[in-house]
Structure formats: C-alpha cells, structure tokens
C-alpha cells in the first residue's frame, strides 16, 4: 500500500494568487519536459481538510498528483441524504420510486469484451430489482450468473433539476464539460453516477483524452489500485496489449508479461463513503467495490493538462499510422486514420481543434465583455462625478 501524507488546510477561499498565476507558465513547461507528468510523488496525498483553490492549483493540478479529499468535501450533498439509508446502504426504494423509469448503461462484470465489459442497457427497475435479490441472498450465494454494474450514467443529463451534488471549486474550471455542454450536434457530457453491488469492478484503464477525474462515494467502499504515469508500459503483455486485470496470476507470469517486475510503484488505497478521489491524467487505476457502492465521477481538462490529451491524441494517431501503414498508398488514407483514432479514443484532430477552439472564444467574449462593463463603469463615474463650481439643480433631472 502506497504511504499517504495529510495535508491540512482551513482556507477555503476560491482564488488563486498572482503569483501562482505568474509562475503556472513555467511549472507547465517544465511538466512537459518532464514527459508531461512533472515531478510526480509516487504515493496518495490525504487532505484532511478542503485547501484553497490557489493551493490545490500548484499542489495537485500543475503537479498531476494524486490525493484523496475527506467527506468534508461532500457533506453536505443532497445524494448524501437521499440515496443512502441509515445502516449506510444504497437506498434502493429511493431509486425505485424516484428514477425508476431511466433507461441506464449497465456493465458485466463477468463477460469480457476486448478490454472492457460487456455493456447494455436496461431499465433501472430492472437494475434495482436485480440488486435487490443480491441484497435479499445476502451470504447463502449468487442467486445470479452475471455480476451488473451501472456505469457512465449520464444522470444530471437526465435529471437536470435535481441537484445531486456542488462540485468542489477546484474541480470547476472544466472545458471538457463546458465544451460538450454548448455543442448542438450532440448531447454529451463528462459526468455520471456508477452504481454497483459488492464485488463488481472496473479493469485496468486510463481515463478517456486523459484528463482529470474525480469520484466522490456518496456509500460504500471502494479499493483502488494505481499506477503513476509511465509504470504502464511494464504491465503490457508480449504483444503490447495492457493487462486487462492487474490483480490476475498471469500478470506474475514473465512468459506473459516479461516486463512487470518493472513497475515498482503499485499504490492500493481504500476510499470510505464521502471522500473524493481525484485521478489525475495518465495514472492507470482498477476499481474494486468492497460494499454496495454509489459513486459520481467527473472526468476533465483544462489548462493544466490539455497539452497532455493533445500528446496522446499524435500519440495515438501514429499508433493507427503505423497499423494501416500498409494502405498509405490508398486514396483517403488520412481520413481513414482520423475516422480510427475517434473510433479508438473518442477524438480525432478536428474535433480537439474545436474543441479549443470553442473554449477560446468563450474567454475571449467573456474578456471583451469585462473590458466593455468595466469601461462602461469608468464613463458613468465620470458622467456622475460633480463638476467643480457647478450648478448641482442643473444636473438634477430625475427624482
């Protein structure tokens, strides 16, 4: 198990400093020239108490370390009341009367396709009632051969006015979200509630466009196992396929996996209910419910780390390059690796070139916009400001 350290703080202040802001450009570059990870503790930092913005900016974001927050941060949720019961169980009545109509995304633990889950979609009554009878069966064995779990549910998509939870405001400065939010092609987001009894798990995986994530358990434990950025490239197999379970015998076979006595910084950690992991891009993790777990996740990019889902978009397109390298010949040929490189991550080049396209352009009105009030505001002070000598009835026409 990796050490985790404590970090206390009251400031809750959502700020962030001058000096920061001056000294951002410089730690950036030297986290690229750092293979894009910077100088990474290989270790989980414990924050007991929620640090101010300016502090968890130069910590955590430019430094792409890994932390877990306490339950201050989720307290006060509505989720946190409403969806669990008193003994700290999933209410799944709650679900039931409330959501019960949703159609939900819902994976098998127990079937596996390339590298990931088999996926459906159900009703979530059927969901519930399935994990109901889990509940109902309790230790006397499965009373089913599949082993669901309700993952990437859009759920404030589908709920908009329910108001679940206040993501922390260190966790707000999002373009991923902001950018899928006012996109009229589709209707996407980054944000979603996973819901799954004891036992069911999520493989071995890096986050999509490796961005940020958070996960808060709203009940339930979970056991989490990450990597640091780069350790990866150890647990890939003779072939170049990354491990689909690292907790499996064959990744302890060197005939397999010649190279996994590499990765040395293997870090296990257990999140209790209320606390908030934050992921930070490129760490490869696997999750493991202890208990009857509910869960909202947020994946995300900003400055801090748009230049690393850019790296791994070229990364990823040489990758298709070099596996059709055979066809380049043919008509259409780099349109044909796009199209596979948003097939296999999610983003092709245009997209991304859109994406910050958009999120400038929002920045730029919102700075033209400021420049115009602030403007406006100096020409009345002037406009209201008594002339020296002057007649004070004269510039009196209102009541």
Known sequence: MGEQRRLDRTDEKPTISRETLNSAAQNLVHQ?????????????????????????????????????LSEEATKTWRSRREWVQQDRRPNIDFFLQEFGDATVPVADCKKKEFSAHVKQEMKMWEFLTYWKQLQDAGENGDVHSDSLYLKDWHFTRAFPDYEAYSTVGFFRS???????????DIDDDYRFVYMGPKGTWTPFHADVFRSFSWSANICGRKKWIFYPPGEEEFLKNKHGSLVYDVTSDELRDPRKFPNAHKAKHRIELVQNPGETIFVPSGWHHQVHNLDDTISINHNWLNGCNVRLCWAHL???????????????????????????????????????????????ERRQLALNQWKQSSSDSQRCNRENKTPRGGDLASNSDSE
């Open 32 to 68: 690229y020239d750092n293979h894009g990870h910077g100088e990474i503790l290989p270790e989980a930092v414990y924050i007991k108490h929620l640090p101010s913005y300016d502090e968890f900016f130069s910590n955590f974001l430019l430094r792409n370390q890994l932390c877990i």
């Open 174 to 184: 999002d373009w991923m979200n902001e950018f899928w939010d006012v996109r009229e």
């Open 314 to 360: 070229k990364d990823a397109l040489k990758a298709v390059e070099k596996e059709i390298s055979d066809c380049r010949d043919m008509d259409g040929w780099e349109q044909q690796c796009q199209l596979i490189l948003k097939a296999d991550t999610g983003l092709d080049f245009i997209e991304f070139f859109r994406f910050m396209e958009t999120v400038a």
